[in-house]
């Protein structure tokens, strides 16, 4: 199969710099992004100036339709999808009696049913193909219980629940699943905590700083790697020892 990545909410963050090592180490790859257009599009022009090969892609991961048409996309552009990241994620803080049934749906939509929409799009060329590989993006909050982040680290616990059950499942067809669970990294999803927490989260990291997305990124790449060929069902923690 040939190298062709698709990485959800790859506009920022995370995923742009997953996206960015992966088309920098040869991989065809599908920018996707939800309202950021010019975030995607400037990293396209980026990559495509180096000469990697990429694509922009517009699809909220939440609407099963309209990733049906991304995936679609990709498979007429570049060729069906071998490796898919399932990074697009929203994040927020409230205390649980707080958590309104519009949040609570929310986040499942795009945390949890987003990565649900995406696997059953590639998943037909990968069974065909009997190889691929998916990764899904969890959290230390799905490790581990989260005060004030109940929705959020809910659905954290699922993706590590779905990449388990999934990679038992597809292990006979040679599909791998895995899953990485970044401590706390420096990108816009931050913004919505008080400065003064980012300090004392990174007092709170045995390393002593707080992640990358390049460090995220480079957990993708291993996995991702066939040097990884016998590694399925697993949780790669990249926290700087945070959860120690
Ligand atoms: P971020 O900086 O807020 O970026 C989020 C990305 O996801 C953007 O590209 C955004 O697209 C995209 N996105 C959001 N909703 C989407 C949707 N419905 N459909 C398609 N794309 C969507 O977040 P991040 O920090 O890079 O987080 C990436 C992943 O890592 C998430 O799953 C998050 O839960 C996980 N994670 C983050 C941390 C951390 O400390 N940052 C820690 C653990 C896990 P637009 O640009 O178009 O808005």
């Known amino acids: ?14 995923g742009r710099a997953i996206a960015a090592l992966l088309a920098r180490s040869g991989w065809a790859v599908c ?10 599009e400037d990293l396209a022009a980026q990559l495509t100036a180096e000469g990697c090969r990429v694509m922009v892609c517009q699809a909220d991961v939440s609407d099963h339709a309209a990733v049906a048409a991304m995936v679609h996309r990709v ?12 990074n ?3 994040a927020g803080q409230a205390l649980f009696q707080d958590v309104t049934d519009q949040m609570w749906h929310r986040y499942f939509a795009v945390n949890v049913d987003g990565a649900f929409h ?40 699922a993706l590590i629940g779905l990449t388990r059950s999934l990679a038992a499942e597809l292990g ?11 401590g706390v990294i420096k990108t816009d999803m931050l ?4 400065p003064e927490a980012l300090p004392q989260l990174a007092e709170d990291t045995p390393l002593g700083r707080l992640g990358t997305p390049e460090d995220i990124a480079y957990a993708i790449a ?3 790697d066939e040097k990884a060929s016998f590694i399925t069902g697993q949780v790669l923690t990249s926290d700087g020892g945070f959860l120690l």
């Not at 199969?1 to 995370?14: D, F, H, N, P, W």
């Not at 920018?31 to 995607?40: E, F």
């Not at 913004?191 to 008080?194: I, Q, R």
Request: glycine share 8%; hydrophobic share 40%.
């Open 31 to 40: 920018i996707n992004y939800r309202v950021r257009r010019d975030c995607a």
């Open 172 to 182: 006979p067809s040679h599909i791998r699943v895995n899953c990485v669970a970044p």
């Open 191 to 194: 913004d919505a905590l008080p």
């Open 222 to 224: 291993f996995l991702a």
């Open 75 to 86: 498979e007429e552009t570049f060729g069906p999808v071998s490796l898919l990241v399932n």
């Open 1 to 14: 199969m040939e190298k062709i990545a698709l990485v959800t909410g790859s506009s920022r963050g995370i």
């Open 88 to 90: 697009a994620g929203i």
């Open 118 to 157: 995406c696997t059953q799009a590639v998943l037909p060329h990968m069974l065909h193909e009997h190889e691929g590989c998916i990764i899904n993006i969890s959290s230390i909050w799905g490790l581990r219980g989260a005060s004030c982040e109940v929705t959020y680290s809910t659905t954290k616990h």
